[in-house]
């Protein structure tokens, strides 16, 4: 059941499937909803089923009038209704979407503002209710277009999953697709396959079918490559992890094994040869990197005094943005940088000849199976660095010998065919928790 920018109200009436469950408020549900605030209108109640012990769950909507704006929209008012929208000139209070569970207090789950959401002045938002969910699609923008996708458990209240898409709205090959599942902090990030040309390309992003339970492939269909991204855990940028810290359960992990990531070079190794790399954003501008590799020391003993490709290390590739540069029919150019990490942490340049270096710390550690682990601090000077895209990749070595290359994106021929942006974790305004992050240090469990 969808309802589009408007009222819950007026999509349910529209509806033959309304659940003849769907009540309105009780008399101290609707104090509690309104306040005292005089404008308040209730404009529709719907089932939303049962939740995990049995209560009935419902999902209320409210308008309010402009002389109840909250503080915290714009001074200058919302458009809630179908008649703001079209008219341009009124406004209201804002939106807000409220869960009833059972006899627990009313809760505020979504205060909605649809100021135009941006420049374009063409944003709307979907509530979407199934049993036991609730889907909250919002769209805007200008010249960039975006759209995002929440999926709401109601009952446990959690944040299960999140999509979103970014295009320019008159250049192809711009739209990037990401989606997120939220209780595992996965991430996979889509773009447009490169092309020789681009002059017929639709502009938007790709709308691929998503299964979290299947390892990404790098091209899921032929006009389409994927990635892993690389998650930012943290809500907002933290003091440094304490040195020492290993990451559990944070963050992307690639293992040389094929089981994860995407085997760019070489053969899979046997599972007892297998290495793992685990990596997370710990700001905007620097990496937390661990490798578990059984080859490492042995590799590096042989490699000694020889190039590093031939040592065991660690390749992070980035980009610049160069959108409106070069021939519009073949899309905008892309000029990649690779730099090579040893895990001596030692930085060496790669192609591209990046003029930027990050600084590199390293330090030992454990796994949470008591196995030897290297982690590395990769943190760069430059704000922009890490913004227009970020690949991981891992060489795994023996006797002086690159044996096989394991990567979050799509590489050929060490030259991208698409580095996905990091994802930013955020507390959601409705205060759902979203997963958790485990790692060891002075805190052992962040939960979002």
């Known amino acids: 059941m969808t309802f589009r920018r408007g009222l819950l109200a007026s999509a349910l009436l529209m509806t033959a ?3 003849a469950h769907a009540a309105d408020l009780t008399p101290d549900e609707q104090k509690i909803i309104c306040e005292e605030r005089a404008t308040c209108q209730v404009v529709g109640v719907n089932d939303a089923g049962k939740g995990k012990g049995g209560e009935a769950l419902r999902v209320a909507e409210i308008v309010l009038g402009f002389a109840d704006l909250p503080n915290y929209f714009p001074e200058e008012g919302c458009r809630s209704t179908e008649a703001a929208l079209e008219a341009m000139d009124k406004v209201d209070g804002g939106r807000e979407i409220w869960l009833l569970a059972g006899t627990a207090r009313p809760l505020k789950l979504l205060p909605l503002c649809n100021d135009g959401y941006g420049s374009a002045m063409m944003g709307y938002d979907d509530i979407a209710i199934a049993d036991n969910r609730l889907v909250h699609t919002q769209s805007g923008g200008s010249a960039w277009r975006w759209n995002t996708s929440k999926t709401f458990q109601l009952s446990p209240l959690r944040l299960i999953a999140e999509d979103n898409c970014s295009y320019h709205n008159a250049v192809p090959s711009t739209g990037t697709f990401m989606t997120v599942d939220r209780r595992t902090l996965e991430a996979r990030a889509y773009a447009p396959a490169p092309r020789d040309d681009w002059t017929n390309a639709e502009i938007g992003c790709p709308t691929p079918a998503v299964d979290f339970a299947k390892p990404l492939q790098p091209q899921p269909a032929p006009d389409v490559v994927a990635a892993y991204a690389v998650p930012v855990p943290f809500d907002v940028d933290p003091s440094p992890l304490p040195q020492g810290t290993t ?3 944070c963050g992307l992990s690639l293992t040389s094994d094929g089981n994860k990531g995407f085997m760019i070079f070489g053969k899979p190794a046997a599972s007892e040869d297998a290495a793992e790399l685990r990596v997370i954003g710990e700001t905007g501008t620097s990496l937390i990197i661990q490798v578990r590799d059984p080859l490492a020391a042995a590799a590096r003993q042989a490699a000694e005094g020889l190039s590093w490709i031939k040592a065991p290390h660690v390749e992070i590739w980035t980009t610049e943005s160069q959108l409106f540069e070069g021939d519009a029919s073949k899309g905008p150019e892309h000029k990649y940088f690779q730099i090579g990490i040893g895990l ?16 590199v710390t390293t330090w030992p550690g454990k796994d949470e199976q008591e196995r030897d682990v ?3 601090r990769v943190t760069w000077p430059d704000d922009a660095a890490l913004v227009y895209g970020v690949g991981v990749v891992y060489s795994q070595a023996s006797e002086a010998k690159q044996l096989r290359l394991v990567s979050n994106a799509p590489i050929i021929k060490n030259k991208p065919l698409f580095l996905p942006g990091m994802w930013h974790n955020s507390q959601d ?3 759902a928790p979203g997963g958790a992050c485990e790692f060891s240090g002075d805190t052992h469990q962040l939960d979002l």
Not at 344 to 359: N, Q, S
Request: proline residues 7%; charged residues 15%; without cysteine.
């Open 17 to 19: 499937t309304m659940s």
């Open 429 to 431: 305004e409705s205060g």
């Open 344 to 359: 001596d942490g030692m930085v060496h340049v790669g192609a591209g000849k990046p003029t930027v270096l990050p600084k």
């Open 247 to 249: 990451l559990g359960t």
């Open 374 to 376: 290297t982690v590395l």
